[in-house]
C-alpha cells in the first residue's frame, strides 16, 4: 500500500487548500484514514480521521474549518481546510490504518504554510 498526498502550498490567512491523498495497491480488511499534522519544533499531532462505518472525528484545532472526505471509488482521500491560520502551518500526512492485522500506513507528507 502506498499514499501520495498532494495540495500543500502556501497561503494567506483566511484562505483556503484541498489536499489530496491518493492511495494504491490494495487493502485488505477493515480500515481507517485520517490526516496528520507536524508543525515546526512540534511532534505529529491527530487531526482528522474517518473512521471504517464511522463518523469524522477532528481534533478541536481544526473543528469547524476543515473537513475529511473520501472517495472510495477512486481511493481517495481529501482534507477540505479553510479560514487556515498561521498556526495550522506544517507538513500534513495522509494514514491509512488497517486494523486487522494492524498495519500503518503514510504518505509522504505534503507542505502547508500560512502566512499572517
Known amino acids: 500500500v502506498q499514499l501520495q498526498a498532494s495540495g500543500g502550498g502556501s497561503v494567506q490567512a483566511g484562505g483556503s487548500l484541498r489536499l489530496s491523498c491518493a492511495v494504491s495497491g490494495r487493502i485488505f480488511g477493515i480500515y481507517d484514514m485520517g490526516w496528520y499534522r507536524q508543525a515546526p519544533g512540534k511532534q505529529r499531532e491527530l487531526i482528522a480521521t474517518l473512521p471504517w462505518g464511522g463518523s469524522t472525528n477532528y481534533a478541536d484545532s481544526v473543528k469547524g474549518r476543515f473537513t475529511i472526505s473520501s472517495d472510495n471509488a477512486k481511493k481517495m482521500v481529501f482534507l477540505q481546510m479553510n479560514s487556515l491560520k498561521p498556526e495550522d502551518t506544517g507538513v500534513y500526512y495522509c494514514?491509512?490504518?488497517?486494523?486487522?492485522?494492524?498495519?500503518?500506513?503514510w504518505g509522504q507528507g505534503t507542505l502547508v504554510t500560512v502566512s499572517s
Open positions: 494514514n491509512v490504518f488497517i486494523i486487522v492485522p494492524a498495519s500503518n500506513y
